[in-house]
């Protein structure tokens, strides 16, 4: 009776497992696959192919070498690149019911890069990004997110505007708001901090810019913001200051400093828009 008792609670416990697979909601697809990609779907781990579904619930893992790109059903991007584990906890779409938006995505640890689709437009604080020791919520469109083996978390915000949420600091301070071309850090029980980008959040956000310009003119004007992206660690806008881009007066951490040349002197993300579109006009 004990081994018989024993064998039908096995059996049901996989058949709400099942069951559970066969509710969990598209979440996206797989658009691009390179190198060793998997997906863990509860106990099963598979390789991931193009095509393939992403489900709520799902772990996606990439080797290194190893990168994924995901189209979400509100037509936002997720690209997962090399030694990441990106959970998709929740993400609920309906064109026609805005009151089921919900966005949870958990990176454990690596690399990702958000794009966001049509959820954000109309329900901006249901899309949350965690890390080990922080949460991001969504102002904006685009970000790349890293999270380091012991929970250090770096957001840059490539363009819109990011909330960056230490999740174990107390008190004032423990919610900052980035603006394009701003780079946030945060450890473990501290407050989130300004920082300049590294080098390779840097790398990921001119891809990121290159992959956004088409044309020649904008191609031309990515390669533009490529060439001044080695040197912006020294002189990023880390304030989110709005610049009008036409070479007068701008502040600037505090000071005031005179941008010449049309505003080569500021490298931020407002700068970098405008100087595509200075670009495009001049091609047409």
């Known amino acids: 009776m004990r081994n018989l008792a024993r064998t039908w609670f096995l059996f049901l416990l996989l058949a709400f497992a099942c069951l559970g697979s066969a509710w969990a909601e598209v979440a996206g697809q797989f658009t691009a696959v390179q190198g060793d990609v998997r997906i863990q779907r509860g106990t099963a781990t598979r390789a991931a192919n193009v095509g393939d579904d992403a489900l709520e619930g799902d772990l996606v893992?990439?080797?290194?070498?190893?990168?994924?790109?995901?189209?979400?059903?509100d037509a936002g991007i997720l690209a997962v690149l090399a030694s990441s584990r990106v959970r998709i906890d929740q993400y609920t779409y309906h064109s026609a019911n805005p009151r089921d938006d919900n966005v949870v995505l958990s990176l454990v640890v690596g690399t990702m890069r958000t794009f966001t689709g049509a959820l954000v437009g109309r329900s901006r604080d249901q899309f949350v990004m965690k890390t080990p020791v922080a949460s991001i919520g969504i102002r904006g469109s685009e970000n790349i997110l890293n999270a380091a083996?012991?929970?250090?978390?770096?957001?840059?915000?490539?363009?819109?505007?990011?909330?960056?949420?230490s999740t174990f600091a107390q008190g004032t301070g423990r919610t900052v708001v980035s603006n394009a071309g701003q780079t946030v850090q945060v450890l473990k029980g501290l407050i989130p901090v300004f920082i300049v980008a590294p080098?390779?959040?840097?790398?990921?956000?001119?891809?990121?810019?290159?992959a956004h310009a088409?044309?020649?003119?904008?191609?031309?004007?990515?390669?533009?913001?490529?060439?001044?992206s080695t040197t912006?660690?020294?002189t990023a806008c880390r304030h989110g200051r709005r610049h009008d881009g036409r070479g007068g007066w701008a502040e600037?951490?505090?000071d005031r400093r005179r941008r010449g040349g049309g505003g080569r002197g500021c490298r931020c993300g407002q700068w970098r828009r405008w100087w595509r579109r200075r670009e495009r006009r001049q091609h047409k």
Not at 149 to 165: E, P
Not at 199 to 210: S, V, Y
Not at 214 to 228: F, N, P, V, Y
Request: aromatic share 2%; charged share 10%.
């Open 252 to 254: 600037h951490h505090g």
């Open 214 to 228: 088409g044309g020649a003119g904008a191609a031309s004007a990515s390669s533009s913001s490529a060439s001044t």
């Open 199 to 210: 080098a390779f959040i840097l790398e990921i956000a001119r891809q990121a810019l290159a």
């Open 149 to 165: 083996a012991d929970g250090t978390t770096i957001n840059h915000t490539v363009d819109g505007a990011h909330s960056v949420t």
């Open 61 to 73: 893992i990439t080797g290194n070498p190893g990168s994924a790109t995901l189209r979400m059903v």
């Open 232 to 234: 912006a660690s020294s």
